[in-house]
């Protein structure tokens, strides 16, 4: 019973923050970190505890780059308690913040990155979001972890995806700013009744990352089930929105890579054991798709050079960015920044990089100013804290 409360009190929640925004709530004006910051002086715009003798540097007065002396003045307190936890926490919320410093600069070329690269979250850029933003790959993902925590059903994720496109429920704002095309379309037809798993596109034009984008939960949830009993489980949530093989065993290879890591196996072992599972289990279904994923069951994406890398919304190609970035990185925040300076769909590599990276380093990895600036980051963190519990029996 506490824990049905305490999920009904996160959804009610966030339909009174939705109902507060349509009231007129203002999120969306340009302004710095600054009010949420332990350094900062009221009514004093120009300066503050740390630039005293001095302005604040532009990029801080109008807000493009994060402060260095930036220190959020209501910090989240993240208790972990076991290695289990720190695996999980690290994940989800690796995810989440991957997400956010990816949004900005979403669209942007690999050249425009190579001028400017990231190093930093920033904000107003690609969607005029302010710090910690997140976007559709978050809003998705926790669909489907609240479905989870309430008792996996595949009714109760579509309802979720629906409430999510029609009422803003799951995300930062209120108000959805960012979906793909195959997402959006199939998820019109769950508001107009289909049957859920018949919605995704089927067709080979179908095979954006918008079902990759949101995966990464079931590798704690499928955990324990049998390697063909995951594979369904992994094929009926991908098929909400992408049908195609193609997509399904995306999924599939990115779901058994997190869990070889959640296992404690090192990267190339993980890898091993990945093509191993995928080459025992999915020939039958999936062998027609084995040559588009010849570089990564071939093991030569290891080898790749930058250069043959590609970073657009294709989902071959988000699995072979995440990948390339996650073997040539090393540590979380070095994961994120050289899978955002890829350029292209950065949001989304970078939150899909950023989940594997944060299993891989743990939560305590993640540079803890970017956690701290992340949106509605109680709320996430109240969902994470149900999902622990909810995948620990």
Known sequence: MHENNKVNSLIERWEVDVQSYRNGAKTLASVPQC????????????????YDSERKP??????????????????????????????????????????????PVEFSTREEREKDPIKEMRAYGTYYQPFGTWSDDTSLTICLIDAINRGYSIKKVAENFANYYEKGYFTPYGEVFDIGNSTRNSIIEICAGKNPIDCG?????????????????????????????????????????????RSKLACIFYVEFAIQIILGYEKEKALDRTIDFISSNCVKAYSGEFENFEIILSKKIVNLTKDEIKSSGYVIDTLEAVLWTFFHADGYRDTILKAINLGGDTDTIAAIAGGIAGIYYGLNDIPQEWIQSIAKKEELYQMFEQFCIVTNT
């Open 35 to 50: 009010e949420t910051c332990t350094n900062y002086i009221k009514g004093n715009a120009l300066h503050c505890n740390c």
């Open 58 to 103: 532009k990029y801080v007065l109008f807000p493009k780059k994060e402060c260095p002396a930036y220190h959020n003045n209501r910090p989240i307190d993240l208790k972990i308690q076991n290695d289990r936890e720190k695996k999980i926490y690290g994940g989800l919320f690796g995810f989440c913040v991957g997400d956010a410093l990816g949004v």
């Open 201 to 245: 596109g089927r067709a080979e034009t179908d095979n954006g990352n918008g079902s990759l984008m949101r995966i990464l939960p079931i590798a704690f949830y499928g955990k324990k089930l049998s390697g063909q009993e995951r594979i369904q489980l992994t094929e009926e949530i991908s098929s909400l929105t992408h049908g195609h093989n």
